[in-house]
């Protein structure tokens, strides 16, 4: 008799498994990760082909649990969190095949048979703890619809496998990751546990544990405008994934959270609603892939009732229209302006959007060198974009990781060649060591026709600083002012980075007035300045974990003390042709006697009958130290004909 069973001194094991293939009083549900349950890749899995991060090993039977083939310890740790056993799951209830049965249970017992409680680490063993019991869904507790399902498990491995579940729960509750998302995942796993298995010897300390414990960490986790304290965007969607089936499960088994675990979680769902760009994804600043997480808005809407929620889960189909158009996030300085919602008469998807990163590197080892750095979107794409994280391995010639953390991978600019904060190599690893840089928030204007965000970033590794200035017009167009000012000379470089597509078609056009770059939906144009040197270079850009294409880099360069680069980027629906200057634009900086706190830029677009100027009079950081000035725009048509 095993005291960690339920009912331990009074059913036998077939009783004990039939108890729970027949048990009703408990509500729960799996939560699938799509790729790994699709049937190609489950198939895959019963062959021993196994595929993470883009790497795939055959293995060998019986499976070695503690050999990694790969030289990346994120691959090990993903084949110990067994996303893969709810899809064997899965299988077996869509086909009635027993092969996936049959490997569940072939492949949890060797993982029991050989792997110590504290291999690779804690947190491996909350991401497996929710995967075994979100199979054990479909291959115990969901079973009515299965002929001949309770004769089909053996009841000594389900009482194996119930013994090492509350063994790794009892671990996970002396193991517990000290803060950030680590610790998140694990008290769900705990609370996951507790909720689901209540007859568990330990059950009831383990809801205690960590219903006390998901409150405290839930203030820890969250700042207080709702953004996840890594200030990954990523990992912000992931804790907050947690943190609602946290919540979706308490109420299905009426069990109270604390006071305000709901008001935190729905200010992380506000981020989050307006983080998605138009297309439905979500840009990844700092660590992180790129991803849609609208499933998650979907289940805050009807958790809570809200159908702004819903409004952007369904790209504007169903729900109402947020009440803000725009939005700034106070603690973590990540700033959101976009068009509109749809609701007037451009499509959702049509709309124009960027993001603003004005914050600092977050807690943890998350991340990113990339103060002041933006992405932007329009008309369903993605033209500007932050590279995203790629790998965490830094073995091979290159170190990758390096390259996509650092300052030059990111749209913003570069100064001497250096990250914004001291990043060297450690005995083992690359680890910030320096301050990292003061960076701030200025200006936050927002009205129907312009929308105005000034920031600025002092790094310790240098004594340049820099102001960006950012005016949106008319949601149109964006124009981006960096001003650089420092006691001695220095090499600044403004950088943009575009996506993979942009490579087809991008053309460099140079006149008198303007330099302009073409991709097939952005153009981008600086006024011509003789001290000014234009680069364009292949970077890289990932979308998900051990992925990467080639992408055009964008590098206009001076050395000065003190400068200004001037940028517009104007996107388009249609692509721009190739053959010719598709598109008269013409940016210049006007000397300004009468104004002298202002700079003054004037946007000219000329069509074959008419020309449309406007002109835009933005406060000059060094003049505007109280910030008592803001930004104002004309514009004025000219009917030039029929054409």
Not at 407 to 421: C, F, M, S, W, Y
Not at 514 to 534: D, E, G, K, S, V
Request: charged share 20%.
């Amino acid at each position: 008799m095993n005291a960690a069973l339920p009912f331990a001194d009074k059913l036998t094991a077939q009783a004990r498994l039939r108890y729970f293939q027949q048990r009703d009083s408990v509500s729960f549900f799996p939560i699938l990760d799509a790729e790994m349950t699709q049937r190609e890749t489950i198939d895959n899995v019963v062959a021993n082909r196994f595929t993470f991060n883009a790497e795939t090993y055959h293995l060998d039977a019986p499976l070695n649990w503690l050999v990694n083939p790969s030289d990346d310890i994120e691959w090990h740790i993903l084949l110990h969190k067994f996303y893969y056993a709810p899809g064997l799951g899965k299988a077996w209830h869509e086909t009635a095949d027993n092969h996936y049965l049959k490997q569940w249970i072939k492949r949890t017992d060797s993982w029991i048979d050989q792997t110590p409680m504290e291999c690779i680490a804690a947190e491996v063993t909350g991401r497996r703890v929710q995967n075994w019991i979100y199979a054990w869904y479909f291959f115990i507790a969901n079973t009515a619809k299965i002929e001949n399902a309770p004769l089909l498990i053996p009841a000594d491995f389900h009482d194996r496998f119930l013994c090492s579940l509350a063994e790794q729960v009892n671990y996970l509750c002396e193991h517990l990751a000290p803060a950030r998302n680590h610790r998140t995942i694990s008290l769900y796993a705990i609370f996951l546990a507790a909720v689901v298995f209540p007859e568990m010897p330990d059950a009831a300390y383990w809801l205690d544990f960590s219903r006390h414990e998901i409150q405290r960490n839930i203030q820890q986790d969250l700042l207080d405008d709702g953004v996840q304290c890594e200030l990954s965007t990523d990992y912000h969607h992931l804790v907050l994934k947690n943190y609602l089936a946290i919540r979706r499960l308490a109420a299905r088994n009426a069990v109270t959270m604390g006071a305000d675990f709901d008001l935190r979680l729905n200010r992380a769902l506000d981020f989050a609603l307006y983080a998605h760009k138009p297309d439905g994804e979500v840009p990844a600043f700092s660590d992180g892939d790129v991803s849609s997480f609208t499933d998650l808005l979907a289940q805050g809407a009807k958790l809570f009732q809200r159908q702004d929620l819903l409004y952007v889960a369904t790209q504007g189909k169903r729900g109402t229209v947020p009440q803000q158009r725009n939005a700034y996030f106070n603690h973590s300085g990540y700033v959101i302006l976009r068009s509109g919602w749809g609701e007037k008469k451009t499509a959702y998807k049509q709309e124009r959007y960027l993001m603003f990163d004005c914050g600092s590197l977050g807690a943890g080892n998350h991340g990113h060198l990339d103060a002041l750095s933006i992405e932007i979107a329009a008309f369903g794409r993605s033209l500007i974009v932050d590279p995203a994280r790629y790998t965490y391995n830094e073995g091979g010639k290159i170190n990758w990781r390096v390259k996509f953390r650092g300052t030059e991978a990111h749209n913003t600019v570069l100064i001497d060649g250096k990250n914004q904060t001291r990043y060297v190599q450690g005995p083992r690893r690359y680890k910030i060591k320096g301050k990292e840089p003061d960076t701030r928030l200025h200006t936050f204007f927002t009205s129907e026709k312009l929308d105005y965000l000034h920031g600025s970033t002092q790094s310790h590794e240098y004594d340049a600083c820099h102001h960006r200035q950012i005016l949106f017009v008319n949601g149109d167009y964006w124009i981006i002012v960096d001003t650089l000012k420092s006691p001695s000379e220095h090499r600044y470089e403004q950088l943009f980075h575009l996506t993979a597509e942009a490579q087809e078609g991008m053309l460099t056009y140079n006149n008198a007035i303007n330099c302009q770059i073409t991709t097939p939906h952005l153009l981008i144009a600086t006024p011509r300045n003789q001290t000014q040197l234009f680069v364009t270079e292949t970077g890289y850009v990932s979308k998900r974990y051990g992925e990467k294409q080639a992408a055009p880099v964008l590098r206009f360069v001076r050395q000065a003390k003190n400068t200004r680069f001037i940028t517009v980027l104007y996107p388009f629906a249609e692509p721009l042709k190739k053959q010719r200057a598709p598109f008269n634009l013409f940016v210049s900086l006007l000397p300004n006697e009468k104004k002298k706190d202002f700079n003054v830029i004037t946007i000219t677009q000329q069509s074959k009958t008419s020309t449309q100027t406007d002109i835009c009079f933005l406060p000059r950081p060094e003049n505007n130290k109280d910030e008592s000035l803001t930004p104002y725009c004309t514009r004025s048509y000219r009917y030039d004909g029929y054409g």
